[in-house]
């Protein structure tokens, strides 16, 4: 970066307060050599032209070294931020890409579905003709091909340095007070040669054989020099299990590890701890990459139990695919009612999810008010038998709701059928 440039990239005509002082301070901390630099300021002195004009000092394309990470990343914790940063114009070549989740396909019949749950999304090499044109895909190719790229915190902890933004020059993080909590959150552990012990060099001796005092030594070195929190044991090792828990740390089994993957650890231990542990049946849905906060929600009970009754599996895949986490019995196979959902999001949507399962069995399911309405319509063959419908051909058709002709007189599917209603309370 040029810290040089901090003032011609101020973007309002004038300073007020202490923002030129702070761009001057700002610049001579970076030209001491220091690769990071806190300003703090208060609420409504403008850091957000600050952050602007420290992004305008990084390297740019067609200018500087191009075999160096050029633009700069502007990131911020709080979405109501970013909202900010939109409706100034003084910030207008900040161009901002949001998580899939805020943006709609626009296929036919899928323009209520977000990007997140849009068909490039659910299904496997799905080759989307529009999708040049699709509102997430556009903002994303152009933040990726500006100077500066604006957006979430959670969306740069996944996105930054990937192929489409590439290595930038500089980051700015508006907001940055909690960033321990949410680099925790995101942080990666790579373990190799530099960070676990080289057993090969090291030659332990066979765990199963170690005294409590060699075993502890070598198990404490590994999980300091590694970072690592938990350990995965196999279970014929039950002294390295014990020596692992002595030592403060977790065991987990293969289910655990299977089940978190991907899910950041911050979230796994808080949910664990709120609403139930990954061996009682927490398991994480499709939302839980995504989801910056959560809150957990009971599902109605008996439209649960309904739909499991009907299709177990599209009932977990409904659950699965708009939570952050749910809980489940039997192994993980069967959802309960208990689910996390992103903050912002209610349970409406995994309603009408559970409706569609509703849908395979009833012949017709809609809302009324605080209820869902289930209705079917049932066939009485005594009734068909008393009208001297034989049986036969004939059964199977007003079964499926057609009239029929028995000795010259026609039977409508109403004299031998009710329809049956079922109300869910969701409320
Ligand atoms: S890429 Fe296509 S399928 Fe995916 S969200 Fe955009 S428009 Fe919909």
């Not at 440039?5 to 050599?33: C, K, M, S, W």
């Not at 990071?36 to 600050?50: D, I, M, N």
């Not at 895909?137 to 930054?160: G, H, V």
Request: proline share 6%; with cysteine.
């Amino acid at each position: 970066m040029d810290p040089s440039r901090i003032h011609d990239a101020f973007p309002a005509p004038d300073y007020r307060g202490a923002q030129e002082q702070a761009l001057d301070d700002v610049r001579a901390a970076f030209e001491a050599g220091n690769d990071v630099v806190l300003v703090r300021a208060p609420t409504g002195s403008g850091k957000s032209l600050l952050a602007r004009a420290i992004a305008g000092c990084a390297r740019q394309a067609n200018v500087d070294d191009p075999t160096k990470p050029v633009g700069a990343y502007y990131t911020t914790p709080q979405v109501s931020q970013l909202d900010d940063v939109a409706a100034d114009p003084l910030l207008s070549d900040l161009s901002i890409v949001r998580g899939k989740g805020n943006y709609k396909c626009i296929l036919p019949g899928e323009t209520d579905t977000p990007v997140n749950r849009a068909p490039c999304v659910r299904e496997t090499d799905f080759d989307c003709q529009v999708k040049h044109r699709c509102p997430y895909f556009s903002d994303r190719e152009i933040a990726a091909n500006r100077a500066i790229a604006a957006m979430t915190l959670a969306y740069f902890m996944q996105t930054a340095g990937s192929d489409v933004f590439g290595q930038r020059d500089v980051v700015v993080i508006d907001e940055a007070h909690g960033l321990g909590t949410w680099a925790e959150m995101y942080a990666t552990v790579e373990l190799g040669p530099d960070t676990v012990p080289v057993w090969d060099e090291v030659t332990p001796p066979e765990i199963g054989d170690l005294d409590d005092a060699a075993a502890r030594a070598v198990i404490r070195q590994a999980f300091e020099q590694s970072a690592a929190t938990h350990a995965l044991v196999a279970e014929d090792h039950p002294n390295v299990r014990d020596v692992v828990t002595d030592l403060g740390y977790r065991v987990i089994g293969e289910t655990w590890l299977r089940e978190t993957t991907g899910v950041p650890l911050a979230r796994v231990r808080r949910l664990e701890a709120e609403v139930a542990t990954v061996e009682a049946g927490l398991r994480f849905g499709e939302a839980a990459v995504d989801a910056d906060e959560c809150h957990d929600v009971t599902l109605p009970a008996r439209l649960v139990e309904t739909a499991r009754g009907i299709d177990q599996d599209a009932t977990l895949e409904a659950i699965h695919d708009r939570s952050v986490a749910y809980v489940t019995d039997q192994g993980g196979s069967r959802p309960a009612e208990r689910v996390v959902l992103a903050a912002g999001s209610d349970s409406e949507e995994l309603v009408e999810a559970l409706a569609d399962v509703l849908r395979q069995r009833y012949d017709a399911v809609e809302r009324d008010g605080d209820d869902l309405v289930a209705r079917e319509t049932v066939f009485y063959p005594e009734r068909a038998a008393t009208l001297g419908v034989p049986e036969g051909p004939k059964f199977g058709r007003l079964a499926a709701g057609e009239t029929v002709e028995v000795d010259g007189q026609s039977i409508p599917p109403e004299a031998v059928s009710e329809t049956r209603e079922d109300r869910f309370s969701c409320r």
